[in-house]
């Protein structure tokens, strides 16, 4: 399985930065190749300065290795080595009426000191975070998460939009990251679905993110924009900035396995700014997103 999903992820790289590429036509994808000395590494394409993309990355890692003892208390396994791969991304559009979009598809194994395979499973998902509101893009968005997820069950799109919805959330702000999308993790197989099935779940995701996303980023990337657009988008990147840093399991399980800091961190934005308790206009464009974040809606 694992052989088959890094093969996968590999590939999955090469496409989406490629189409990315495109899209922004101006600036291309630098390549760093990394090295983690407890085992594995991981392949990193980063993009900046370009007419579209501001920054992005899109990277894949494969590790491996004894796993950390944080890691094995919150796991409750003992002495136990792991394998882990995934393809993560993350873009900060230039355009504040572009949205931002993480991504995140990954793999991982669980040994005993005979080396056999003592668990498994599969996570990640897709989500949105716009500046300003345009509904058709995040029912567009939504739409395109829950056809892949229909295919499968259709319990899985009600299911993983409110796990996304409740795990990309700022509770110290009371308020979410973005307009969700969806979040899986451990998926491990059951009497309903083999581990291929599962791999076919995941990479049919992984192969919908550019639907998803691209025509979004078509339709408002000329849209003119002034300084005090700017100035809201710097101001919601440094939520985003608190979410990465203060919640995600994935950047914390990154710096705990002693992984690469500028792969792990790089999906914080190049300009943000932190306003001490700035607050939108009444009625205005920046405060109907707030309410939105502030009460997480359905979509579909």
Sequence with gaps: MKEQFVIYIRELQNVICSALEEIDGAS????????????????????????????GGVNISEVHGLLPKSIQ??????????????????LHPKNPFVPTVHANWRYFELYDEDGAITD??????QDLTPYYLFEEDVRHFHSICKQQCDKFSVDFYPTFKKQCDTYFYNSHRNEARGVGGLFFDYL???????????????????????????????????????KNHRTWQEIRRGRYVEFNLIHDKGTLFGLKTNGRIE????????AVQWKYNHTPGKGSEEEKILNILQHP????
């Design 297 to 300: 809606k359905d979509w579909i």
């Design 28 to 55: 291309k994808f630098s390549e760093d190749v990394w090295k983690r000395p407890e085992g594995g590494g991981g392949k990193s394409r980063i993009i900046e300065n370009g007419s579209v993309f501001e920054k």
């Design 263 to 270: 792969s792990i961190l790089m999906s914080l934005p190049p």
């Design 120 to 125: 498994q499973w599969f996570g990640g998902g």
């Design 188 to 226: 491990k197989p059951n009497d309903v679905m083999s581990m291929k099935e599962l791999l076919n779940f995941i990479t049919s995701n992984g192969d919908s993110f550019l639907h998803s996303y691209l025509p979004i980023v078509e339709k408002r990337k000329d849209t003119f924009f002034d």
């Design 73 to 90: 208390e919150y796991l409750e396994v003992e002495n136990s080595d792991f394998f882990a791969c995934g393809l993560s991304l993350v």
